[in-house]
């Protein structure tokens, strides 16, 4: 019989579920909305209190606690990526929601135990695939980033991130009417180390550093007809030229590093005009923030020499660059404690994705949890990870829960 974890995970994958098995649910979108009606209920039909805020951030509020104004967080996100799978984001989001309904339950076979409160949240934007940047909501809560700018986020089709929000009813009033003070999210890895190591819990204790390259290439447009070859300055051979250098340079590099360039516009886009202006975006990800500025700044240097000869000229239009962070320790310690206790194996390991939880690390103290995912797939529709290990990463995260509430 399928768990209740499991279920849950079924009803939402029929929420913008593609043919080939995925989601896309993109922010702002019915399909994001449909989610967070569906989320909303499951809140309410477990007598939590139900928070929206102005960047349309979710809180389900469990009082366990109710003279104290303290709160431990626990959530993940709802949107997906255009070829999203299964799991990602959403698995946050009802195993915390599960997780908060066992201490619930908890605290009140022992009363008196829990000194703080719970709160499940889904946070908004975590992609980034519609609107850029990603980790949006929990960077707003963080105070990361200004509410006005977030609400200003302006999509490919020019529609900003508020009016979306407000178009499927999810830009809220209320700001979380409790102290966060720590934050806990349940993640499947996205890569392959845990399956290949046959671990089950994977404890993260900090992130990757990236350096994301935009790079705009400037050429000039001619017909593709009756231009001389020589003539032509093609922005689009350029790119494509700087794209396999990318590439080489890493390989070449032997340091490790990931790296794609995984977005491009090409302007004019007609079959008939040779492209005159193309950006791509090229990021580079790095165990050591120093390797990833240096390998972008070799392909920086190497590239402007590569496409020169072509009579294209390289503008930087965003050079941002993440450095490494560190994760709570006592969060990791005490994921690694539980895991022990309940029989499961575990390993420390860095995440190379971006998660909510590094936004949420700057305001409060925060920890992230992984489940493996078969063959590393992710940000694709075959993305699978099994009940059992699903189930797994649901009873530590319940224990630590249970442990963060109650200890002093
Ligand atoms: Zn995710």
Same mark, same amino acid.
């Given at each position: 019989?399928?768990?209740?974890?499991?279920?849950?995970?079924?009803?939402?994958?029929?929420?913008?579920?593609?043919?080939?098995?995925?989601?896309?649910?993109?922010?702002?979108?019915?399909?994001?909305?449909?989610?967070?009606?569906?989320?909303?209920? @499951?809140?309410?039909?477990?007598?939590?209190?139900?928070?929206?805020?102005?960047?349309? &951030?979710? #809180? *389900?509020?469990?009082?366990?606690?109710?003279?104290? %104004?303290?709160?431990?967080?626990?959530?993940?996100? +709802?949107?997906?990526?255009?070829?999203?799978?299964?799991?990602?984001?959403?698995?946050?989001?009802?195993?915390?929601?599960?997780?908060?309904? !066992?201490?619930?339950?908890?605290? !009140?076979?022992?009363?008196?135990?829990?000194?703080? &409160?719970?709160?499940?949240?889904?946070?908004?934007?975590?992609?980034?695939? =519609? #609107?850029?940047?990603?980790?949006? *909501?929990?960077?707003?809560?963080?105070?990361?980033?200004?509410?006005?700018?977030?609400?200003?986020?302006?999509?490919?089709?020019?529609?900003?991130?508020?009016?979306?929000?407000?178009?499927?009813?999810?830009?809220?009033?209320?700001?979380?009417?409790?102290?966060? =003070? =720590?934050?806990?999210?349940?993640?499947?890895? %996205?890569?392959?180390? +845990?399956?290949?190591?046959?671990?089950?819990?994977?404890?993260?204790?900090?992130?990757?550093?990236?350096?994301?390259?935009?790079?705009?290439?400037?050429? @000039?447009?001619?017909?593709?007809?009756?231009?001389?070859?020589?003539?032509?300055?093609?922005?689009?051979? !350029?790119?494509?030229?700087?794209? @396999?250098?990318?590439?080489?340079?890493?390989?070449?590099?032997?340091?490790?590093?990931?790296?794609?360039?995984?977005?491009?516009?090409?302007?004019?886009?007609?079959?008939?005009?040779?492209?005159?202006?193309?950006?791509?975006?090229?990021? #580079?990800?790095?165990?050591?923030?120093?390797?990833?500025?240096?390998?972008?700044?070799?392909?920086?240097?190497?590239?402007?020499?590569?496409?020169?000869? +072509?009579?294209?000229?390289?503008?930087?239009?965003?050079?941002?660059?993440?450095?490494?962070?560190?994760?709570?320790?006592?969060?990791?310690?005490?994921?690694?404690?539980?895991?022990?206790?309940?029989?499961?194996?575990?390993?420390?390991?860095?995440?190379?994705?971006?998660?909510?939880?590094?936004?949420? &690390?700057?305001?409060?103290?925060?920890?992230?949890?992984?489940?493996?995912? %078969? *063959?590393?797939?992710?940000?694709?529709?075959?993305?699978?990870?099994?009940?059992?290990? +699903?189930?797994?990463?649901?009873?530590?995260?319940? @224990?630590?829960?249970?442990?963060?509430?109650?200890?002093?």
């Amino acid at each position: 019989m399928a768990s209740t974890l499991n279920r849950l995970l079924e009803t939402f994958a029929r929420i913008g579920a593609t043919p080939d098995g995925g989601v896309c649910r993109l922010t702002g979108t019915p399909e994001d909305g449909g989610a967070r009606v569906r989320l909303a209920a @499951e809140i309410l039909s477990r007598q939590f209190g139900l928070h929206v805020d102005p960047i349309g &951030n979710m #809180f *389900g509020i469990a009082t366990l606690a109710p003279s104290s %104004q303290e709160a431990v967080l626990v959530g993940s996100h +709802l949107d997906s990526q255009p070829t999203g799978g299964r799991y990602d984001g959403v698995y946050g989001v009802l195993a915390g929601l599960l997780a908060i309904e !066992a201490v619930v339950a908890r605290a !009140a076979a022992e009363p008196g135990k829990a000194r703080r &409160n719970l709160v499940v949240a889904n946070w908004t934007n975590e992609e980034g695939a =519609r #609107f850029q940047p990603s980790l949006t *909501g929990s960077s707003v809560f963080a105070g990361m980033m200004a509410l006005d700018a977030a609400l200003g986020l302006i999509d490919g089709a020019g529609v900003a991130l508020g009016e979306a929000l407000a178009a499927i009813g999810y830009r809220g009033t209320a700001d979380l009417p409790l102290e966060p =003070r =720590r934050y806990v999210e349940l993640h499947v890895e %996205q890569g392959p180390l +845990l399956e290949e190591e046959g671990i089950e819990i994977g404890v993260v204790t900090g992130c990757w550093a990236a350096r994301k390259l935009s790079l705009v290439f400037h050429g @000039e447009p001619s017909h593709t007809g009756p231009t001389r070859m020589a003539r032509r300055r093609d922005a689009l051979r !350029a790119a494509a030229r700087a794209i @396999e250098l990318h590439h080489q340079l890493i390989e070449a590099s032997g340091s490790g590093a990931h790296a794609s360039a995984a977005r491009i516009t090409v302007d004019p886009n007609s079959p008939n005009v040779t492209p005159s202006r193309v950006q791509v975006w090229f990021e #580079f990800r790095h165990e050591e923030a120093a390797v990833a500025v240096a390998l972008g700044d070799a392909f920086l240097a190497e590239a402007q020499a590569a496409v020169a000869p +072509l009579g294209v000229d390289i503008e930087i239009a965003v050079d941002e660059q993440r450095g490494t962070a560190s994760l709570d320790p006592h969060g990791a310690a005490l994921t690694t404690a539980v895991a022990r206790e309940l029989d499961l194996s575990s390993m420390e390991m860095k995440t190379i994705a971006g998660h909510d939880a590094l936004a949420l &690390n700057k305001r409060m103290p925060a920890s992230l949890i992984f489940v493996p995912s %078969q *063959g590393g797939l992710s940000h694709n529709p075959a993305e699978f990870t099994d009940e059992a290990a +699903l189930d797994k990463g649901l009873a530590v995260l319940t @224990e630590v829960l249970w442990q963060l509430v109650t200890e002093e």
